[in-house]
């Protein structure tokens, strides 16, 4: 459909990882008395900017290969 | 819930490109074709995710995790047994018809294998079903909302009444779904399905992480919580001796095989995600992809759930929310799953023997409350509206297909242009969201309406595998054969249900409805496999009396509709990874491992 998917997912992770891990930058200790004193927003937010990042290099990529995928020059004819 | 400034940024940035994909996508739906299955131009790997997180709706996530805390790891066998070998065997086996035989419903195919009765019967019971499905999505998503309080403080600041939480959230939930569905058809249903599958891990991940980490590991956690709660297989051998109250054979034949392949392989919310694909062997790998991260679930779903009752209930933090939040006084629940509240007593529901009522629904919520930390509870919550929306999304589309190709085109509107179609499908979403929205409110005010029409769902979908495998893997099968092996295997199902009932039941909705009652399951999972077993049974059997008492359809006109009379897939330009064959021995023996690991 022309539209690469890894690019609106790996761009939301993306701004998704940098606010929270940003949150976890600058937020107090006490916030994490839940998550067992982990610094989850931090340590997340990383995850999930690596997530993003890779997703958008995918896409990327992706869509400088154009659409080789060997089996789409295979699709169905069959009629029934 | 006390959401701060940055949950909220992050729930609005979700919608913000959960509606961003909707408008890319709407210069590209010109034709009928594109908005009802996506042009056909899907990969493999998107229609995977999607064809799973179709399936993501309110009763996988907030329902496992109930059924995981309820049940323990025998809950996986909903996965394991329950959905993977069902989705290797469409995608080996079945897919080839669907997709090959250019249907463009699961309605459609029954046309054109069967007749015109047999596609009504689907069509009109399938419709109806999505559109009660979406609204139960809906009211349990606008509960869940004013159970966590989410929605309190904003309105509050409003001075907006509390009252109007509930309408909003259903109103702001349906816009939400009408607009990228009305802008980008299936593609954008099924792009914001994937959006959503890796935001559910990605919010559910750190829940297991942090759980395990807080009861000391998986071994510690085996120890925190009885026995028959950690394996999924030891204890089958008897209903006494498992907490789901079924035995082996009931749990394979009624769960594994009838209810499991009566979903996985005939529902047409799910086969449509793979109709999308963009070619036959992509198709056919759609479901396959899908079954590895299905398999993987258990443990971002069910684990959760098993957490849950594993925490110490003297933890201050456990009673973080109960049903209407009253004051509690002594603690009944058990870890963080507080009891049922009685509305008119305000007191904990009791059962019979004077235990409290457990509810299990809030497992995953109470978890997020409890162990997410603002910032990532927005991110929780997020992932939580997440699931509630694709499946509500995923009944949407497939709602305004089977309406607008298998009723409209069909008994209303023949032949008009593709462009009218079009505009139907875009008509038909609103009118179903409209219709899911009036089901919604139905499920506020009349929850016994709501109990029986699952039921007579139950009794309507148990017989259908029976005549998809007879009408694809035996020519003979005739349409008056499979319309009557139908309506007789969901008359066996209402006729088993009315005279059985669960133990310590009372005859009415659970059963024994008939007025005898001829025998008692030990559980309602028990009667309900059963019932599902009688109804695949009778349906199989009338089928093939039926079709072989009337006049076989000639075989030229089942060329590519019957396995023995077309033309086996060419897979052999595919890399080994990407055959279907290979692919589903390698989800097989996966699952087999699992099974093994967690017997």
Redesign the interface.
């Given at each position: 459909?022309?539209?690469d998917?890894r690019l609106?997912?790996g761009?939301?992770?993306t701004?998704?990882g940098v606010?929270?891990a940003g949150?976890?930058l600058g937020?107090n200790a006490t916030?994490?008395?839940?998550?067992?004193g982990?610094n989850?927003?931090l340590v997340?937010?990383m995850v999930?900017l690596v997530?993003g990042m890779v997703m958008i290099l995918l896409g990327r990529r992706g869509a400088s290969h154009g659409s080789k995928?060997?089996?789409?020059n295979?699709?169905?004819k069959?009629?029934? | 819930m006390n959401l701060t400034i940055i949950d909220w940024i992050i729930m609005l940035l979700y919608f913000a490109f959960v509606l961003g994909i909707g408008f890319v996508l709407k210069s590209r739906v010109k034709t009928s074709t594109d908005f009802f299955l996506a042009g056909r131009a899907i990969p493999a790997w998107i229609c995977g995710l999607a064809f799973l997180s179709a399936n993501l709706g309110a009763q996988e996530v907030i329902g496992m995790a109930a059924s995981g805390a309820k049940y323990g790891i025998a809950t996986s066998h909903f996965y394991w047994i329950g959905a993977i070998p069902a989705m290797v065997f469409v995608g080996i086996f079945m897919m080839p018809f669907y997709y090959g035989s250019r249907a463009r419903s699961v309605p459609e195919y029954l046309r054109l294998r069967f007749d015109e009765k047999t596609r009504g019967l689907n069509a009109i019971s399938f419709a109806t079903m999505t559109v009660f499905s979406s609204g139960i999505s809906m009211y349990a998503m606008a509960r869940l909302i004013q159970t966590l309080h989410i929605l309190d403080a904003p309105f509050q600041r409003l001075s907006v009444s509390p009252q109007w939480i509930f309408h909003v959230s259903i109103a702001f939930s349906a816009l939400i779904v009408l607009a990228y569905i009305l802008l980008g058809g299936l593609s954008s249903a099924i792009y914001n399905e994937v959006l959503q599958f890796f935001l559910i891990v990605a919010g559910f991940s750190p829940l297991v992480w942090l759980g395990l980490k807080s009861v000391g590991g998986w071994h510690e956690l085996t120890k925190r919580v009885p026995a028959a709660y950690t394996h999924s297989w030891v204890g089958m051998g008897s209903p006494q001796t498992n907490p789901m109250g079924v035995e082996w054979f009931g749990l394979v034949m009624g769960l594994g095989f009838v209810l499991s392949f009566g979903y996985w392989c005939t529902d047409f919310l799910v086969i449509q995600r793979a109709m999308a694909a963009d070619s036959m062997s992509a198709a056919r790998r759609t479901p396959l992809i899908a079954a590895v991260p299905k398999m993987l679930f258990p443990f971002l779903v069910i684990l959760p759930g098993l957490i849950a009752i594993a925490v110490p209930a003297e933890t201050p933090a456990a009673v973080v929310v109960s049903s209407s939040n009253p004051p509690q006084h002594r603690y009944l629940g058990r870890g963080l799953i507080p009891p049922k509240i009685d509305d008119s007593t305000g007191r904990p529901k009791l059962d019979e023997n004077g235990y409290p009522v457990l509810d299990y629904d809030l497992a995953i919520p109470n978890m997020l409350l409890h162990y997410f930390p603002t910032g990532l509870l927005g991110l929780g919550v997020t992932a939580l509206l997440a699931s509630f929306m694709s499946g509500m999304a995923g009944n949407v589309t497939a709602f305004n297909t089977v309406w607008t190709y298998d009723i409209y085109q069909s008994y209303i509107r023949p032949n008009a242009s593709d462009q009218h179609y079009l505009a139907m499908g875009r008509f038909a979403t609103v009118f179903g969201i409209a219709l899911s929205i009036a089901a919604a409110y139905a499920a506020t005010r009349f929850n016994n309406i709501m109990d029986m029409l699952q039921l007579v769902f139950a009794f309507v979908n148990a017989p259908l595998f029976a005549t998809f495998l007879l009408g694809m893997f035996w020519k003979r099968a005739t349409g008056h054969g499979a319309f009557f092996g139908l309506i007789s295997g969901t008359a066996a199902a209402a006729l088993h249900h009315g005279l059985t009932l669960p133990s310590g039941a009372v005859p009415g909705i659970k059963g024994a409805w008939l007025g005898s009652l001829l025998h008692v399951y030990p559980s309602e999972m028990a009667q309900n496999f059963w019932t599902a077993i009688w109804a695949w049974t009778t349906c199989f059997v009338m089928t093939i009396v039926i079709s072989l008492a009337t006049r076989p359809r000639p075989e030229k006109e089942l060329t590519g509709l019957v396995y023995s009379l077309t033309e086996r897939p060419r897979e052999e330009h595919l890399a080994w990874y990407k055959r279907p064959l290979a692919l589903g021995a390698g989800v097989i023996a996966l699952t087999l491992v699992l099974n093994l690991i967690f017997r």
């Open positions: 459909m022309g539209l998917i609106p997912i761009a939301l992770f701004i998704l606010l929270l949150y976890g937020s916030v994490y008395q839940r998550s067992l982990i989850v927003n997340w937010g999930l997530f995928l060997e089996d789409r295979h699709p169905a069959t009629q029934p | -």
